[in-house]
């Protein structure tokens, strides 16, 4: 594919869910970042995978959201007990890792809804 | 509160006219981006600066930086209504690797 995908496009669960929701980035970029966008609102940065190094998790807002980058290419951003508040389009986007200020291209969201 | 702040939350200019939006950050960075998101096509990157740089051009966008105030701000000349979107500066620190810190965003209007 020719840019970032994300799955699924939309999503709505019932409090207290868990909920996985994915991103393929694109091929070749070895880095990795999720953000969450409320209503309105600027990202919130989450997450970010570089390579095989360990992950920057400083952005994750409690211990029920967790991420995976298998294989160094598809990602998983996993809320577990889903709250209200958790209510969100989720963005992933990609860049290649060997410089610093590569731009990063951004897939179209996931946006969840917590009933 | 978030590194990365645009004002104006929001601008509605006339087409043909030249908007301006600054953004202001509290630490060191190692570049300052500009991006705009709508609904059509999502978030695109627009411009990238340098810390070492104080303005670049592209097409009808100018960007500036002042480190020394901490504050950038993005030109759109002759705009159009195509230009209606949210627009937002995301700052990549200094000593945060690849983490990158978004504002708000400023909501653009453009009337045709």
């Known amino acids: 594919g020719a840019g970032v995908s994300q799955s699924p496009s939309n999503k709505v669960t019932e409090k207290g869910k868990d909920v996985e929701l994915r991103c393929d980035p694109i091929?070749?970029?070895?880095?990795l970042y999720w953000y969450r966008q409320s209503l309105g609102q600027g990202l919130e940065f989450l997450i970010y995978?570089?390579?095989?190094?360990?992950?920057?998790k400083s952005g994750l807002p409690s211990d029920r959201f967790s991420a995976e980058r298998t294989g160094g290419s598809v990602s998983t951003l996993t809320i577990q007990r889903t709250q209200q508040e958790d209510s969100a389009v989720y963005l992933c986007?990609?860049?290649?890792?060997?410089?610093?200020?590569?731009?990063?291209?951004f897939g179209p969201g996931t946006r969840l809804t917590v009933l | 509160s978030q590194q990365g702040e645009e004002d104006p939350q929001a601008l509605s200019i006339q087409e043909g006219e030249n908007a301006t939006m600054n953004c202001s950050y509290k630490?060191?960075?190692?570049?300052l981006q500009w991006y705009r998101q709508n609904s059509g096509r999502g978030l695109v990157h627009l411009i990238l600066?340098?810390?070492?740089?104080r303005e670049k051009h592209s097409g009808r966008l100018r960007v500036t930086l002042d480190t020394s105030k901490k504050s950038s701000s993005l030109l759109i000349t002759a705009s159009r209504a195509a230009d209606t979107a949210s627009y937002f500066c995301?700052?990549?620190?200094?000593?945060?690797?690849?983490?990158?810190?978004f504002g708000a965003g400023t909501r653009l209007f453009v009337k045709a």
């Open positions: 986007a990609s860049s290649r890792s060997d410089r610093v200020d590569n731009e990063q291209f």
């Open positions: 091929s070749g970029h070895t880095a």
């Open positions: 995978f570089q390579g095989n190094s360990a992950p920057d």
């Open positions: 630490t060191s960075i190692n570049n």
């Open positions: 600066i340098r810390s070492n740089e």
């Open positions: 995301a700052t990549v620190l200094r000593t945060g690797g690849f983490k990158t810190i």
